[in-house]
């Protein structure tokens, strides 16, 4: 991804997500990807994908069972 893209997409992701604490960081030397980091944590990658003459972004964010907080009425499984 180009640094415009970058800095585009992570306007983006701040602006839907309504918080200035995204922030989107190179993988070099891979160049069709990006990490996310909310506050400095990892949380996901971006991926560039063009088809076509067009491109998207997708975002793939894996949660990890033993991060997901109980909650009160649901049992856990």
């Known amino acids: 991804m180009t640094r415009s893209e970058i800095v585009r997409v992570q306007q983006y992701l701040r602006n839907v997500f309504g918080t200035d604490r995204i922030m989107l960081k190179e993988r070099k030397p891979k160049e069709d990807s990006?990490?996310?980091?909310?506050?400095?944590?990892?949380?996901?990658?971006?991926?560039?994908?063009?088809?076509?003459?067009?491109?998207?972004?997708?975002?793939?964010?894996?949660?990890?069972?033993?991060?997901?907080?109980?909650?009160?009425?649901?049992?856990?499984?």
């Open 34 to 77: 990006v990490e996310v980091l909310v506050a400095g944590e990892f949380i996901g990658v971006i991926f560039r994908d063009e088809d076509e003459g067009e491109i998207s972004y997708a975002f793939n964010m894996a949660i990890l069972d033993i991060d997901l907080p109980l909650v009160a009425g649901v049992p856990p499984e």
